[in-house]
């Protein structure tokens, strides 16, 4: 199993690749887009260092998330027809409490309850994630 890096910590090459069974150099590139990403940081002789992570960093991720669901439900409020909309009701099932509103306000052709629901539904999703990467210790 993979290990899960936190904030702070080194990856060497060496090791990743030994632990996922490849060679150094598919992970050598990976490291350096994760690094021009900016998700970890290359330290001479030390390897890469995991860069931390904040709450607003999730937060970030997540509006601009909630931003384009929002639009999306609000534009498939607008097209979807009722054959559609009976197809999303296994969708409805397995996520219940947030995809009711988002599916009301699709039945209702409505762009601006869809808009908000979906934006909701994906801001909720976002605060889950910060709780539980704050219980695990790798936000700061």
Do not use: N
């Amino acid at each position: 199993m993979v290990a899960q890096f936190k904030s702070g910590d080194f990856v060497r090459t060496e090791h990743l690749a030994a632990e996922l069974g490849v060679s150094q150099t598919p992970v050598r590139e990976a490291m350096m887009i994760l690094q021009s990403e900016g998700s970890v940081r290359w330290e001479p002789r030390r390897g890469y260092r995991v860069a931390p992570i904040t709450r607003q960093d999730v937060s970030d991720l997540f509006q601009v998330q909630a931003f384009v669901a929002g639009e999306l439900a609000a534009r498939a409020a607008e097209l979807l027809d009722d054959e559609a909309l009976s197809r999303i009701e296994g969708w409805a099932a397995a996520s219940a409490h947030d995809h009711t509103p988002v599916l009301a306000a699709l039945r209702e052709r409505d762009p601006d309850g869809a808009r908000t629901a979906m934006t909701e539904h994906i801001r909720h999703v976002g605060e889950q994630l910060v709780d539980h990467l704050r219980g695990q210790g790798t936000l700061h």
